[in-house]
């Protein structure tokens, strides 16, 4: 079966965490999907994590080893390879739950969005309670749940105030890839957000948390 979904990890100095990312990647519910591991020239054990899983995990899984250049330059070589209709971006220190991508790929093709969000629990290391964050500030909007949002409507201007960090967020790959991307620049994953979502058409939301 053809994969549908990339899913991006950009990797740098993250060893500590980067099995249990790729554990969680694995055990998604849904056969739709590839991975792209992505070693922006990290200096620690992680290049040897990427090797083992790669083999072991071939079939849908592929590793990328570059010279670093900061997470926006990880973004600007994954996107361009990309050859899936969507993708969407783990960060290493994260993890998906099972259905993430079954999720936000069936409401993606439900209503043909160009972006589709879902909520997110926040964990602290060492810390055992799990904080479930809506993924936007509800202090100024209360975003619909699984309904589409229009550009041109009132409704489209209440996901600026979404949270523009990578989690639980699927795109349409064609809305980013003329979006171009500085090296050596932090929170250049908030910039994918803004420059899709002023590029996009279609969005929806879901508060379940992925």
Known sequence: MTAQVTIIVPIY???????ACFDSLLRQTSPDYTILAVNDGSPDGCDA?????????RENMKGIRKENGGYGSVLQLAIAQLDTPYFLICDPDDTLEPKAVETLLKLAKVSQADITIGAKMIMHEGEPVEEYDAA????????RKNSVYNRGTEAFNDLFFVDPSPHAKLYRTEIARDIHFPEHVSYTDNMLFDLALLKAEKVIYTDEPL
């Open 13 to 19: 100095k993250v060893e500590k965490y980067l099995r």
């Open 49 to 57: 994590i990427i090797r083992e899983y790669v083999g072991a995990h």
């Open 136 to 143: 936007y500030n509800r202090a100024y909007v209360t975003l």
